[in-house]
């Protein structure tokens, strides 16, 4: 009976063994699309055979690994931040292109080679009342260009720091989320993890490298910390610190839970984006338009200012005005002058056209860094254009990029339903070959009671 015994006992074990690997097979096929989900490996270990030392043998379950390779996730997070810094980049930058066309007929470009033209129009009758008019009707479109650009990218940068903040909560309300799943994320004394956690960790972490470039550290407890830029804590343990925004400033800064300024730290994902363009990308292109919007200004005022008016009479005041401070472009406007008020001849030549002809000049004068006021303007938009093209080209590439590190991902842990059905199969088979076992041996049993002699008093 002792062989039987230990024959049973061995049966017993290797049935319970690949029920559980059979448990584990049909989980891996339930969350085949489950997000984060790492297909589970069972290990079967053979039990040391000793019957004089009282080692019956067999074979147990050991403890179930996941395939999750932290290398293979570390590559998709790294591409799913460089993919998310570009988009929010090409989002950006579409809606600041829109601010400068360099192929309409309409708009500042064109507005501003108009009001040359009205000057050369001038300079051939410049004691037309309707040509002096156009002048100021012209400036006045010019003014108001400056100031529609202005205000598109001042009210674009203030959506930003909107975004701006929604992001950070966004990064916050993950962190919380980590932390909480860290408290769950423990090593079991078999070395094994609870797969549904480590999927939501995981599926977590790829949500967070969407926002922000961050380090990971794996505890010996199972656990995570987290680190923004591989510095500033987001996440150790199950705790969780929260960055802020400081948006007391034109300069967006992003501080850590302690105040530290962490700004130079965050380079990657939407916020890391989000930070370059409002404050670089936009603000280069404010100071170059309110460059345009000054430049122009002072110099068709000091052109002016150099003539006389249709009265014989210097300019009292300037034709354009603006506040440099608050900025060129914003607060560029045209001084309430008459059509006579135009200082379209030349002090020694009263009722001509010599200073509309210099004005008219200055349409093809290099004055901006070697360029004309067209050419400035045109030089602003091929730079968004430019900006705009490279994010794009990023995109495509780091996308290409993703798409390979999340392939390699899948090839690594993901699960294999073909794989799975050829597990399911073998484990069914030694489950029934086992079952047939016991039967064997119970009927084995009985049969050997049945033999032995009836006991008597």
Known sequence: MGDLSTSFINSANALSAYSSALQVTEENVTNANTPGYASQQVSLVAMPFDLETGMPGGVVLGPTQSSRNEYAEQSVRTQQTASSYDQQQVSDLTTTQNFFPVSATSGLGPDISNLFASFSALSITPNDTVARQTVLNDAATVAEDFNDAATSLGNQLNDMTEQTSTTISSINQLAQTIASINSQHRVDLDGSVDAGVDAQLTSTLQQLSQLVNFTTLQQPDGTVSVYIGGQAPLVLGDQAYAIQGDFSTPQTAILSSDGTDITDQTTGGQLGAELEDNNTVLPSYQTQLNTLAQTLADQVNNTLNNGIDQNGAAPATNLFTYNAATGAAATLAVSPLTPDQIAAASPGAPGGNGNALVLAALANTPVIGGYTFAQAYGNIGAQ???????????????????????????????????????????????????????????????????ILPPVTS
Do not use: C, H, P, W
């Open 384 to 450: 968004v254009g430019s900006d705009l093209s490279n994010a794009t080209n990023n995109q495509t590439t780091d996308g290409a990029l993703l798409s390979q590190a999340e392939t390699l991902r899948q090839q690594i842990s993901g699960v294999s339903l073909d794989e799975q059905a050829e597990n399911l199969m073998q484990y069914e088979q030694s489950y029934d070959a086992i079952s047939k076992m016991l039967s064997s041996l119970n009927d084995l049993s009985t049969t050997e009671i049945n």
